[in-house]
């Protein structure tokens, strides 16, 4: 059974920086991607980063050049670099796997961990 476990959140001034984890464990299948996902209170879940198997990222628009996606060199750690973080950051950060089998998608949520900037 694929668990994806988040850590990393808390509280933090704007302009301050939070590494992210999400540790994987119990992958049987091919990966895909790994996405960071937020939600902030009353928005729709939004995905900030992308990380593709091929080693290709892709950010929103609204983190590019503060946060940066990255990974040990299994898919057991990735990690979410966020700087210069602002108010507006405030959320809960969900990991998001992607796999394959056969053809087959099997994606996978990790609970999430709650980050707040204050201003």
């Known amino acids: 059974q694929v668990q994806l476990v988040e850590s990393g959140g808390g509280l933090v001034q704007a302009g301050g920086s939070l590494r992210l984890s999400c540790a994987a464990s119990g992958i049987m299948f091919s990966v895909d991607a790994m996405d960071w996902y937020r939600q902030a209170p009353g928005k729709q879940r939004e995905s900030v980063a992308t990380?593709?198997?091929?080693?290709?990222?892709n950010y929103a628009d609204s983190v590019k050049d503060r946060f940066t996606i990255s990974r040990a060199s299994a898919w057991n750690l990735v990690y979410l670099q966020m700087n210069n973080l602002k108010p507006e950051d405030t959320g809960v950060y969900s990991c998001?796997?992607?796999?394959?089998?056969?053809?087959?998608?099997?994606?996978?949520w990790g609970q999430g961990t709650q980050v707040t900037v204050s201003s």
């Open positions: 990380l593709t198997s091929g080693g290709s990222t």
């Open positions: 998001h796997l992607r796999t394959r089998r056969l053809g087959r998608p099997y994606d996978y």
